[in-house]
């Protein structure tokens, strides 16, 4: 059965490159960025793992913790890190989480028989700190993912949490947001006492 937005992340214990985990402590009070890859030694899943080693700043900033999944032995990740290490010009500190029975992968639906019976699709799951599924993307194997839309998401999230609002197409932080229909505008003068635009009465927007 497919994993939905609002479900619990189903927990698990594995192997990793990091030592053994139980996925729900190690996501302690923290968000986790869970992405699976089809399989080590691979081109595009080396790119990636590279491109999540160098944004480990960014993604520290906002409380997130990655953690990536390939159907391989950590002995096989613990040899492609060296080779992530080199070709992507970082270091790669993240566990990947080893799971050569796929159980996880099932469990987390990331085989997708058309694509592959033994190699994970590249799932996305961004996991609040309530361990809830906020966010689930799907790529397929010859794509690689866009980072810049992950951290995008993250920050619409967290932001979205904080102030209670919504964001619009292709909102960055920084630009205006979005006062959800649900709220009175007794209310949003209240929680917005800098002002805000009412467009139509159910699009109102605010600086935050």
Not at 28 to 43: E, Q
Not at 126 to 148: A, C, E, H, Q, S
Not at 158 to 186: H, L, R
Request: net charge negative; charged share 25%; glycine share 4%.
């Amino acid at each position: 059965m497919s994993l939905r937005i609002g479900d619990t992340a189903p927990d698990f214990s594995a192997e990793t490159t990091t030592g053994p985990i139980r996925f729900h402590d190690w996501i302690g009070n923290d968000w986790a960025f869970f992405f699976s890859h089809p399989a080590d030694f691979t081109p595009v899943c080396t790119t990636e793992m590279g491109r999540t080693a160098q944004l480990a700043a960014q993604f520290a900033s906002r409380g997130v913790k990655p953690i990536g999944l390939s159907t391989d032995t950590v002995a096989e990740h613990l040899k492609w890190i060296d080779d992530v290490n080199d070709t992507q010009k970082t270091t790669l500190r993240f566990p990947i989480v080893a799971d050569a029975d796929l159980k996880i992968a099932k469990l987390y639906d990331m085989i997708h028989p058309s694509e592959s019976e033994t190699a994970a699709v590249r799932s996305v799951f961004t996991i609040d700190p309530d361990k809830k599924i906020r966010l689930t993307m799907t790529y397929p194997m010859n794509v690689g993912r866009n980072f810049d839309e992950i951290l995008r998401v993250i920050d619409a999230l967290q932001t979205g949490d904080k102030y209670k609002i919504a964001t619009p197409a292709d909102w960055i932080p920084g630009q205006k947001v979005i006062i959800p229909p649900s709220v009175t505008d007794a209310d949003a003068t209240i929680a917005f006492p800098q002002g805000y635009d009412t467009i139509r009465s159910y699009l109102r927007t605010v600086k935050l």
